[in-house]
């Protein structure tokens, strides 16, 4: 079992920026995918970005490519989602995930909420 707890989310302006973190609660972090995944109200949850376990490769919604960055840090079982140039769109309640690749997740956090005003 891995916990997930995310941080960083809030309330913004457009253009502005927020980094949201995930930490993982085994030492086994090191060996998972991270994802971040996003839902917005009345909308179906959708995929924002992925790395793979050693940090080597990562991927992007088009949405967010260009202006999302995510990256890890294993010594601290970590993931970090960095969001500049905000957008109104980007609203949204932000999950990370942890799976064996990048394409099948096993465990969930509970969400934070960032809310870009415009």
């Known amino acids: 079992q891995v916990q997930l707890v995310e941080s960083g989310g809030g309330l913004v302006q457009a253009g502005g920026s927020l980094r949201l973190s995930c930490a993982a609660s085994?030492?086994?972090?090191?060996?998972?995918?991270m994802g971040w995944f996003r839902q917005a109200p009345g909308k179906e949850r959708e995929f924002v970005a992925a790395?793979?376990?050693?940090?080597?490769?990562?991927y992007y919604a088009d949405s967010v490519k260009g202006r999302f960055t995510i990256s890890r840090d294993n010594a601290k079982n970590t993931v970090y989602l960095q969001m500049n140039s905000l957008k109104p769109e980007d609203t949204a309640v932000y999950y990370c995930?942890?799976?064996?690749?990048?394409?099948?997740?096993?465990?969930w956090g509970q969400g934070t909420q960032v809310t870009v005003s415009s």
């Open positions: 085994r030492r086994t972090f090191s060996t998972y995918a």
């Open positions: 790395i793979v376990w050693s940090g080597g490769s990562t």
């Open positions: 995930a942890a799976g064996v690749n990048v394409e099948q997740y096993h465990y």
